[in-house]
């Protein structure tokens, strides 16, 4: 029988109830030896059973709701029905077979094969010709309806104590996958963070330096002695500044590391791209490089904004615009969800994504001199616009040169 679909602690009960039906049947042996009542034949069928229950209790076929089983409960109640008629003792035999029963076959037939089975019984009783008492009804039908209430109990119990093993392993596995989700956002965010110090600072302070020394040479004569060390110190600051701009990139987010900005949004539709929900990305105008920090403001916007279509808008497609004009860049994201009344309003933090949806995306819009607008009602969709002034290409002081 099945000794893995339950824990270690119910080997007590099936040894108990190996034991009850064995004591049973050598009862039934030695009151027929003592009665005289059919003795030989008593005997002969007692050991039939007890042969045939102990094959079926070791066969590693018999599983709970297997045709092995059906079977093997078959062949043991032909010989209990057998044993009946021989002796009126076997029919406390019926008491270890209702939790066969009840055990092995699916609920839908064990709880008629237990009434038959006491019925059964009560038969025996009666062909004997023993004295007729309430007893004679009540001690199987009670015995069976002790013998369900039992197993289908401990049955419920069983499966309510596997759902909760089954939500603490869950549990326990979202906080290791949350965890691990806030120490990543973690070093992004300090990359980033990083990123944007070193761009905001270094960087551009060494633009500047290089732009300085650039007008100084330009002043002096081709033959000052001054010439050749202000020409060494610009190409100096240049060489740290191509160096600033490399941290820049290696600070990126993972998305931008190996592949252009198109390339990343591409990548963001397809995984955003599910069942029930389509995203579409086009790219609008001559494409042109963009600093570090326009490329991540750009991306972190488009992975909001699509966040908040997810969860939020109920929408079965998405459109995903990065535009490129003469003086600026823009990033539209447009959802046919079910749309929301914009206005001002406290920052809310979302506690699952650790980030401040749409004043967020305003605040890095504000940090790069760009502007988000947002239009929505409710039934109508929602669009983000994102619109970022390109930098100048001559690398005055005060612009990204970085």
């Known amino acids: 029988m099945d000794t893995r679909a339950h824990p270690p602690v119910t080997a007590a009960l099936r040894l108990c109830l190996h034991a009850l039906l064995m004591g049973l049947l050598a009862l039934?042996?030695?009151?027929?030896?003592?009665?005289?009542?059919?003795?030989?034949?008593?005997?002969?069928?007692?050991?039939?059973?007890?042969?045939?229950?102990?094959?079926?209790?070791?066969?590693?076929?018999?599983?709970?709701?297997?045709?092995?089983?059906?079977?093997?409960?078959?062949?043991?109640?032909?010989?209990?029905?057998?044993?009946?008629?021989?002796?009126?003792?076997?029919?406390?035999?019926?008491?270890?077979?209702?939790?066969?029963?009840?055990?092995?076959?699916?609920?839908?037939?064990?709880l008629p094969v237990v009434a038959a089975t006491a019925l059964a019984a009560i038969a025996g009783f009666l062909l004997h010709g023993q004295a007729v008492n309430p007893g004679t009804f009540i001690g199987p039908l009670l015995g069976a309806a002790v013998a369900v209430a039992t197993v289908l109990g401990y049955e419920a119990l069983f499966r309510e104590s596997e759902r909760r093993r089954e939500l603490i392993e869950e549990l326990m596995s979202t906080r290791?996958?949350?965890?691990?989700?806030?120490?990543?956002?973690?070093?992004?965010?300090?990359?980033?963070?990083?990123?944007?110090?070193?761009?905001?600072?270094?960087?551009?302070?060494?633009?500047?330096?290089?732009?300085?020394?650039?007008?100084?040479?330009?002043?002096?004569?081709?033959?000052?002695?001054?010439?050749?060390?202000?020409?060494?110190?610009?190409?100096a600051a240049q060489d740290n500044l191509a160096e600033a701009r490399r941290f820049v990139r290696a600070l990126s987010p993972p998305d931008l590391e190996n592949g252009s900005l198109a390339g990343a949004l591409e990548r963001l539709s397809s995984r955003t791209t599910g069942p029930g929900l389509t995203v579409q990305f086009a790219v609008s105008g001559t494409p042109v490089e963009l600093p570090t920090p326009y490329e991540v403001a750009l991306l972190r916007t488009a992975q909001s904004a699509l966040a908040n279509t997810v969860r939020h808008a109920g929408a079965r497609r998405a459109e995903i615009t990065l535009s490129f004009m003469d003086t600026s860049v823009s990033l539209d994201v447009v959802d046919d969800g079910r749309g929301f009344a914009p206005g001002p309003g406290p920052v809310v933090t979302d506690r699952e994504t650790g980030g401040f949806g749409l004043p967020a995306m305003r605040a890095r819009a504000r940090s790069l001199g760009g502007t988000l607008s947002v239009e929505s009602a409710p039934g109508q969709g929602a669009a983000v616009a994102l619109t970022l002034p390109l930098p100048i290409p001559d690398g005055r002081p005060g612009q990204d040169a970085a």
Do not use: K
């Open 176 to 235: 290791a996958e949350l965890a691990e989700a806030e120490r990543t956002a973690g070093t992004l965010a300090e990359r980033e963070r990083l990123a944007r110090e070193i761009h905001d600072t270094l960087a551009q302070g060494l633009s500047s330096i290089q732009l300085l020394l650039r007008a100084a040479e330009r002043t002096l004569e081709a033959d000052a002695p001054a010439t050749a060390h202000v020409r060494r110190a610009r190409e």
């Open 28 to 110: 039934a042996a030695v009151r027929a030896v003592a009665d005289g009542t059919h003795p030989r034949a008593v005997v002969v069928v007692s050991g039939v059973m007890a042969a045939l229950y102990a094959a079926g209790a070791l066969a590693p076929a018999v599983q709970p709701r297997t045709r092995a089983a059906a079977l093997w409960l078959a062949a043991l109640g032909a010989v209990w029905l057998a044993l009946l008629v021989l002796s009126p003792d076997s029919l406390w035999v019926a008491f270890p077979l209702y939790f066969l029963q009840l055990h092995l076959l699916p609920t839908r037939w064990a």
